[in-house]
């Protein structure tokens, strides 16, 4: 069975990031886009990783994306959902770390959380009743609680999820989504998706009633003591796209966890010529691909990805 991120029906949940591109030679999809100038097209991933077969025709998808007019592709990869390096690094023009991912493996010992951590979920659990739930029999009150966690953050472009994305994980095998509840309110959950002894963090949200409550900690607790029987759990890294230890969901996160993975961040030029064209007049400075970097002409905090 594919793993949900690689199918075409979670593909076509994120029409808003761009158009399904299918990949059997990765036995993946990817999205294509118009590239900023509009008069070309690339590639990325699906969020928030991209699954790329461990026995994947790597070149043979690149030559596929290629062949189909587009500029550049690059995706976001998980230790444990692609191919492995020396495939990565011969396909792909840089494969580099992205940020660091918090994990618990079950494997290294059981729970155990930090004064902190201990004390939030005490205090959680004296607030709110939580459960693991059916997502389809509380999706009004789920997207109106992502709702509001985009409105209170600014979350913006690929964030910014239309009802098609949620309706499709509510039908979606392996989605598994844990909630906390205030005299029957739906005020805080966390959606997972778990394939194969491997669950990755989908999508968490909570109310501001949710947060007064710290309901997060019981609802993770949940999960954790739920897949993670025998199960590993990723529970994602950091806001932002580097690793920040002072970072407020980075010790939120690593509170629950006991070991880290790597991310990594993949691209590959398939039209140099355009490439170069696109980007003439953008900063230089890592960003890939670089024509949706920061103009040259624009302060440096301008630009916000």
Do not use: C
């Amino acid at each position: 069975m594919s793993h949900p991120y690689a199918t075409a029906a979670y593909a076509q949940s994120l029409a808003h990031a761009g158009e399904t591109f299918a990949m059997p030679e990765w036995g993946s999809h990817v999205l294509v886009r118009p590239t900023p100038r509009g008069d070309r097209r690339d590639a990325i991933g699906a969020y928030p990783l991209a699954v790329i077969a461990p026995d994947a025709d790597l070149a043979g998808g690149l030559e596929r994306l290629r062949a189909a007019g587009l500029v550049s592709v690059v995706v976001v990869a998980d230790d444990r959902l692609r191919p492995d390096m020396p495939a990565m690094a011969a396909a792909f023009d840089f494969v580099r770390p992205f940020k660091s991912h918090h994990l618990h493996d079950p494997a290294l010992g059981l729970l155990a959380y930090g004064k902190h951590h201990r004390y939030e979920l005490k205090r959680a659990l004296g607030r709110v009743e939580v459960r693991e739930i059916a997502l389809a029999e509380h999706l009004p009150a789920w997207t109106a609680l992502y709702r509001e966690l985009a409105a209170r953050h600014g979350l913006a472009g690929l964030h910014t999820f239309p009802a098609a994305h949620h309706e499709a994980l509510a039908r979606l095998p392996g989605v598994r989504a844990f909630a906390a509840f205030a005299e029957g309110r739906l005020i805080s959950a966390h959606l997972f998706v778990h394939q194969d002894g491997y669950a990755v963090s989908h999508l968490a949200a909570s109310s501001a009633e949710g947060y007064a409550a710290g309901a997060a900690y019981a609802v993770n607790d949940l999960a954790l003591r739920t897949l993670g029987d025998g199960a590993v759990v990723n529970l994602g890294g950091g806001a932002g796209v580097t690793d920040d230890p002072t970072d407020g969901l980075v010790r939120f996160k690593s509170g629950f966890a006991n070991t880290t993975a790597q991310a990594w961040l993949a691209g590959k030029v398939l039209d140099a010529a355009a490439y170069e064209r696109l980007s003439a007049g953008f900063a230089r400075d890592g960003f890939f691909p670089a024509y949706r970097a920061r103009p040259l002409e624009e302060p440096a905090d301008a630009h916000q990805g």
